[in-house]
C-alpha cells in the first residue's frame, strides 16, 4: 500500500530562516513524488516533482530512496511562503492516482 | 483562460436535500477527479475518469455519484445530503508529461451541510 506522511501539522519560522517541511513515504517500486502548495483559500498549485530536480520560489526537494524521504527545503523563508503544503505520491501500480501527505501549514513571521 | 473550473464556489443547503458540483477542464486533459478537502485539510481522492471512462472509485457512500459526460467535465451529483459531507471538493485533471501525471486543479466548491 503507498502512504505519505508528513510528520508535521504546523510550523512556524521567522521571516530569513531556513525551513525543511518533511516527507516520507512508503510504497513498492519506483514512486513519483511531488509538492503541492496552497495559498489561503486557493487551489492547490504543483510546486514541484522530483524527477525535473528543479528549484521554484527558492524551494527545493531531493528524494532519498534509502530513507524514503522527499523533505522540502528553502534556506530563507519568505513570509507569501505561508501556506499548506502537501507532499504527494503516484506511481506506475497506482495509475494516475495521487496519495496525498496530511499536509504542513506553514506560517513565516515577520 | 485555460484552467479547471468548478461550480458552484460555494454551496450551502439543508440536510436531506440533493446537489451538483461541476467541473470543466479546457486543458485537453484525458483524465479528471475528484478530491475531498475534510475540515482538517486532509486530501483524499473519491473518483478519477479517463475518456469517460471510471477508472478510481474509492470507498466513498453510493449517495456520491460523478458523472463524466464527455472528456472535459466531470461533475458530482450528492444525494441525501449529511453533516458529514460538509467540505471543500476539488475538481483536477491531468495530463502525462514526459511520462509523469501532472495534476492541475480546480478553485474548489465549499459544501456546507445544515
Known amino acids: 500500500a503507498q502512504r505519505v506522511t508528513q510528520p508535521e501539522k504546523l510550523l512556524s519560522v521567522f521571516k530569513g530562516a531556513p525551513v525543511e517541511l518533511k516527507c516520507n513515504y512508503s510504497?513498492?517500486?519506483?514512486?513519483?513524488l511531488f509538492w503541492y502548495v496552497q495559498y489561503s483559500r486557493q487551489r492547490l498549485q504543483l510546486l514541484l516533482r522530483?524527477?525535473s530536480r528543479e528549484s521554484i520560489k527558492g524551494f527545493t526537494a531531493d528524494l532519498n530512496k534509502g530513507e524514503t524521504s522527499f523533505h522540502l527545503k528553502k534556506p530563507f523563508a519568505q513570509e507569501e511562503d505561508s501556506a499548506m503544503y502537501y507532499c504527494a505520491l503516484s506511481g506506475p501500480t497506482s495509475g494516475s492516482r495521487l496519495t496525498f501527505g496530511e499536509g504542513t501549514q506553514l506560517t513565516v513571521n515577520p | 483562460d485555460t484552467a479547471v473550473s468548478q461550480t458552484p464556489k460555494y454551496l450551502v443547503t439543508q440536510m436531506g436535500n440533493d446537489k451538483s458540483i461541476k467541473c470543466e477542464q479546457n486543458l485537453g486533459h484525458d483524465t479528471m477527479y475528484w478530491y475531498k478537502q475534510d475540515s482538517k485539510k486532509f486530501l483524499k481522492i473519491m473518483f478519477s475518469y479517463n475518456n469517460k471512462e471510471l477508472i478510481i472509485n474509492e470507498t466513498v457512500p453510493n449517495r456520491f455519484s460523478p458523472k463524466s459526460p464527455d472528456k472535459a467535465h466531470l461533475n458530482l451529483h450528492i444525494n441525501s445530503l449529511e453533516l458529514g459531507d460538509s467540505a471543500v471538493y476539488f475538481c483536477?485533471?491531468?495530463?502525462?508529461?514526459?511520462?509523469?501525471?501532472?495534476?492541475?486543479f480546480g478553485p474548489g466548491t465549499r459544501l456546507t451541510v445544515l
Open positions: 483536477a485533471s491531468s495530463h502525462l508529461a514526459g511520462g509523469l501525471s501532472i495534476q492541475f
Open positions: 522530483h524527477i
Open positions: 510504497y513498492s517500486g519506483s514512486p513519483e
